[in-house]
């Protein structure tokens, strides 16, 4: 049911340790106990860094698995001088962030942590503070850090990169700092998803329609659930999906679940991606709400089923007798949203073609294991994410074996990674000049550190 969505953790992650002190002031590890008397360990303009802001940030790292260490300190304190003097610039350039757009990442980040601790309640209950809370103690948080982002993509906005640059780059590499290129893949498929017939949708239609009847009429939906719902995450549960925000379900199916007033309120029919659906209100909290709900899957008959694989068969000689490419059949024939041009699908990690081995899919894996680069397999049954039958043939472009990155193979990866560095030589650049007009205090904490810029 729930949408996939690309996540990326490391731009979700909020800080929720608590303010931690090293026993016996010892700074180079051990187990924080008691109260941290805070004070300033550096002054950046008319910004300042606390130490525990380098606290909470150090023992998140060692909770997962850094070493304890002075060094990690300094470059958590770098890391932060530095977000300091990109926060200071950031206002004195006037960048603007608005209220909307603070809310919403706001609001992303809670999901997650929600997703991530089962419930409003866990998550409520791990900071002892309400929702509501949580937002108002991060919300000037997370304007700053929005604003850095903006200042630093504001820097190096102009940054490009010539492939004799990319070249250069590579060249210049050290043979131990040549980055390893894991094995992947690149696949491609050709589906077919037949569509029911009207027939076909009326029967389901009239088959939920009747469960609803019965439910109306006094019948347990959580029974009803249990015996007749065709999501199998939920029936067992008796439909109950658990709480849940915004954008997390179809959009169709939100505005069933938003729109029940009372508890035991049992909606209309609703059509989703997914099939028909039956909906009843548990209960409301904030932003947030959970119901049962009951799915039929709306199912192609088996006569519509095996022409789609008649299709998909003459497909496969086109192909194989050089009539078509793969990319051209693709492009007549796939009922696939998520391919590219050439009719491969997208890793939805990295944004690009090429998966490792525990990116892909079993069921396809065990197919284009078999497979030569270049070659396609015979259609093979296929069912979406929604639950929906059909055929597919796939297409193995491309197996790679483990290697050292090399410019003819591996271009794209190399670009990146030059790309990324000239980027860093331009912050570098801005950061030399704008610390010699500003004012910076660094403390006794922290003047001992082998810093990467000459903060003093």
Not at 98 to 105: C, K, N, P, T
Not at 194 to 207: C, H, I, K, L
Not at 319 to 332: D, P
Not at 369 to 380: T, Y
Request: proline share 4%; hydrophobic share 40%; charged share 25%.
């Amino acid at each position: 049911m729930r949408k996939s969505l690309l996540i990326y953790i490391s731009a979700l992650f909020l800080s929720f340790a608590v303010v931690a002190q090293p026993e016996n002031g010892d700074n180079s590890g051990g187990k924080p106990e008691g109260e941290t008397i805070d004070k300033v360990v550096a002054i950046i303009g008319d910004q300042m860094v606390l130490l525990s802001d380098v606290e909470n940030q150090y023992w998140q790292l060692i909770m997962q698995g850094e070493t304890k260490s002075m060094e990690l300190r300094c470059s958590i304190f770098e890391e932060l001088l530095l977000q300091k003097l990109l926060l200071a610039q950031a206002k004195a350039d006037s960048i603007e962030v608005s209220q909307a757009e603070v809310d919403g990442e706001l609001d992303r980040r809670i999901r997650f942590f929600v997703a991530q601790l089962g419930s409003p309640e866990a998550l409520e209950a791990f900071y002892n503070k309400s929702i509501l809370e949580i937002k108002d103690e991060f919300r000037e948080l997370i304007y700053q850090q929005l604003l850095i982002q903006r200042m630093q993509g504001k820097i190096t906005e102009n940054v490009s990169i010539t492939p004799k640059e990319v070249k250069k780059y590579f060249n210049s590499l050290s043979e131990d700092s040549v980055p390893l290129i894991p094995s992947y893949i690149e696949v491609g498929q050709i589906v077919i998803i037949p569509e029911p017939s009207e027939a076909d949708r009326d029967a389901v239609y009239q088959e939920i329609s009747a469960l609803r009847d019965r439910i109306l009429k006094g019948e347990s939906f959580e029974v009803m659930a249990r015996l007749y719902s065709d999501d199998p995450g939920s029936s067992s549960k008796g439909g109950e999906l658990g709480l849940f925000g915004r954008d997390e379900m179809y959009p169709e199916f939100e505005a069933a679940a938003f729109g029940l007033k009372n508890p035991g309120d049992v909606s209309e029919i609703i059509e989703t991606p997914a099939g028909y659906h039956i909906l009843q209100l548990i209960e409301r909290r904030g932003e947030y709400v959970n119901v049962r709900h009951i799915l039929h899957i709306i199912k192609v008959s088996p006569t519509d089923m095996y022409q789609a694989k008649l299709k998909l068969d003459t497909v496969y000689n086109e192909i194989n007798s050089g009539k078509l490419t793969f990319a051209e059949a693709s492009e007549m024939y796939s009922d696939d949203p998520n391919k590219n041009e050439e009719g491969l699908m997208i890793n939805s990690y990295s944004g690009n073609t090429k998966f490792s081995a525990d990116e892909v899919d079993a069921a396809v894996f065990f197919v284009v294991d078999k497979l030569e680069p270049g070659s396609i397999s015979r259609p093979v049954l296929y069912q979406t994410i929604e639950g929906k039958d059909g055929y597919r043939i796939l297409y193995l472009k491309s197996r790679s074996e483990p290697h050292k990155a090399n410019l003819q193979d591996d271009y794209n990866t190399i670009q990146e990674l030059a790309l990324n560095a000239k980027k860093m030589q331009a912050l570098d650049k801005w950061v030399a000049v704008k610390k010699s007009s500003t004012y910076i205090r660094i403390m006794e904490d922290f003047q001992g550190c082998l810093f990467r810029y000459d903060w003093f």
